[in-house]
């Protein structure tokens, strides 16, 4: 054995009886919490699959809207950009900006935009103070579960889904 497992078998050894049950309980939990990530990692929830899903039916939207003659409003790489800056909006738990969310989907001019930037946002991963909440969402989902709590009267997903609609954009929050 070496000289670390020898000195932290005797340690532990020496412990009183409360303490080595405090070490025991937090070992377990640790190992039950490592192992929850990896199995969550290697496991998509139905939810998880569901938004690609329909990022994969977006794409299939994105071709049928170019066949049809739409164009798009913006450079391709404007819509990454677009898609970050609804994403930075919403991330956080404290400070964030959700008038930038409802500006940026207000830029989208047609169906093809609003294809073209659920497909740039992907899938991502909500965060509460830094630590993962909930399973990762489509831009679609994750704009609605974040603007649906806000508070003080303030209706962004109807603003949202108000100026789609009078552009003739069939996709809502």
């Known amino acids: 054995m070496s000289n670390f497992v020898k000195n932290s078998y005797q340690f532990y050894k020496d412990l009183p009886g409360w303490a ?3 070490v025991a309980v937090v070992t377990l ?24 899903r329909l990022v994969k039916a977006v794409d299939d939207d994105i071709t049928t809207f170019r066949n049809q003659g739409i164009k798009q409003s913006y450079a391709t790489p404007n819509y990454l950009t677009f898609a970050t800056t609804i994403y930075q909006g919403m991330r956080y738990a404290v400070g964030d900006d959700y008038g930038s969310v409802v500006t940026t989907c207000k830029k989208m001019q ?9 497909n740039a946002f992907g899938v991502k991963q909500n965060y509460v103070f830094g630590i993962d909440s909930g399973n990762p969402m489509d831009m679609l989902t994750f704009i609605h ?8 009267f303030i209706n962004r997903i109807a603003q949202i889904n108000d100026d789609w609609a009078a552009k003739g954009i069939p996709y809502r929050v």
């Open 20 to 22: 080595k049950g405090f």
């Open 29 to 52: 939990g640790s190992i039950v919490f490592i192992g929850y990530k990896v199995y969550r990692k290697f496991s998509p929830t139905q939810d998880e699959k569901d938004a690609k």
């Open 110 to 118: 047609n169906k093809l935009d609003v294809a073209l930037l659920i």
């Open 145 to 152: 579960s974040e603007l649906s709590n806000e508070w003080w």
